[in-house]
């Protein structure tokens, strides 16, 4: 694994964009963050609006000529898609493969079936993390709908005792673990080891799903007790098919990208020489791109022939798999787009000399910063994109562990009390039935919990490795 330096991130641009000094700097990174609030909270503008716009703002108060901008800015756009678009796509495909062939289903109703009383609420955690690790955050909460309101019915649960840790579940997946976009662009922004990440991500990630899901699910189904909402329970994808994938098929496709990448990284641990034919493999077949195309392979047969997939059927879930991601690849984009332009400009060495002379942990200083923005434009994935531009620059002398580090601490400020600005808050107060401040008391609270023993966690692992 190789560290970014600040020279490294300055040879991106043949030459600086502007020569404005570190007051002017500063100014221009926060009226560019602030025309980026503004445009996605007041005006309502899409994402990926809001990110260009913004950037050609921090460009223009820079003192940047506009072109110099634009070039920036779509180099940064190129090389983000370039970098995490096809993994994007790949993740997208599974996750669809997942949920049109009923092996979701298998997964939950296997689970279920095994557990009951004290142990559902873990076993929600269980399904929802499984679940989560190939699905969009929205498409997981649309998928466990149904599962959490029949659980809770049929065992005359709380809807928070059941909600909260499957909520959980998703929320700390899609902020920490990879193939999720956050975690990716963070990891390819900083230059860090995915594998190396993902393996810290799952250790960071028990402990925080377990405090913010089963134990934190007591005290919130004490301020919330309500019960499931009575509204039509969303058909489920494998009622309308005649069978389904078997539970050790879903599972192994499923992890099978998690266990090609955490091979890669043990084998840098353990062999850690690149002419060595092990590690050669290991390379190769534990790389993103390999790992979840050949997840996605062999799920074409695991999951879809399994159901009775016709070869048209497969291709059709295929094809309406990649429309839902346009606008995330987009909103990557730009954000990948925006963090070159502050690279460009400058922003990294004035981030970095500010960190100095105010004595602040590169870890938390990231998680702050991710704080920050995710507060301001409600988006998870955009704090996480413009946070890593903003520290990248920390990473310089830091060890491949620490630079891991550093994306979870990201991650993490990036989940920070969901509030009316974001668009999972009203998901999850609609789907449950909840008013604004029982959303509050519930979800933010989760989401802040999630956040803070995240860094806590991640500082913990900074002190022992």
Known sequence: MTSLSVETLAADAVEPITSAGNAQLGIAVLAGIAVIVLLITVAKLHAFLALTIGTLALGAFAGAPLDKAIASFTTGLGSTVAGVGVLIALGAILGKLLADSGGADQIVDTILAKAGGRAMPWAMVLIASVIGLPLFFEVGIVLLIPVVLLVAKRGNYSLMRIGVPALAGLSVMHGLIPPHPGPLV?????????????????????????????????????????????????????????????????????????????????????????????????????????????????????????????????????????????????????????????????????????????????????????????????????????????????????????????????GAGSLFFSHVNDAGFWLVKEYFGMNVGQTLKTWSVMETIISVVGLGCVLLLSLVL
Do not use: C
Not at 364 to 385: K, M, P, Q
């Open 186 to 410: 963070a990891i390819d922004a900083i230059g860090a080891n995915l594998g190396l990440t993902l393996a810290l991500g799952v250790v960071v990630a028990i402990p925080t799903v377990i405090i913010a899901g089963p134990l934190f699910s007591r005290y919130a189904a004490r301020w919330v007790d309500i019960p499931a909402p009575d509204k039509m329970v969303p058909q489920r994808a494998s009622e309308e098919l005649e069978r389904r994938p078997s539970f050790a098929a879903t599972v192994s496709t499923v992890l099978l990208p998690v266990v090609l990448m955490l091979g890669k990284a043990l084998v840098d641990i353990v062999v850690d020489d690149p002419e060595h034919t092990v590690q050669r493999v290991a390379d190769v077949v534990g790389s993103p791109l390999i790992a979840l195309l050949a997840a996605v392979i062999v799920g074409l047969f695991t999951l879809g022939r399994a159901a009775g997939f016709t070869k048209d059927r497969l291709a059709s879930t295929v094809e309406k798999s990649l429309g839902p991601i346009a606008g995330v690849l987009l909103i990557v984009g730009a954000g990948g787009g925006f963090k070159q332009t502050l690279i460009d400009s400058g922003v990294g060495r004035m981030v970095l000399d500010i960190s100095e002379d105010w004595s602040i942990p590169a870890l938390l200083l990231a998680w702050l910063i991710a704080v920050a923005i995710r507060l301001a434009t409600g988006s998870a994935t955009v704090a996480t994109i413009s946070a890593a531009g903003l520290v990248a620059p920390l990473a310089a002398d830091m060890s491949s562990t620490h630079t891991a580090l550093l994306v979870l601490a990201i």
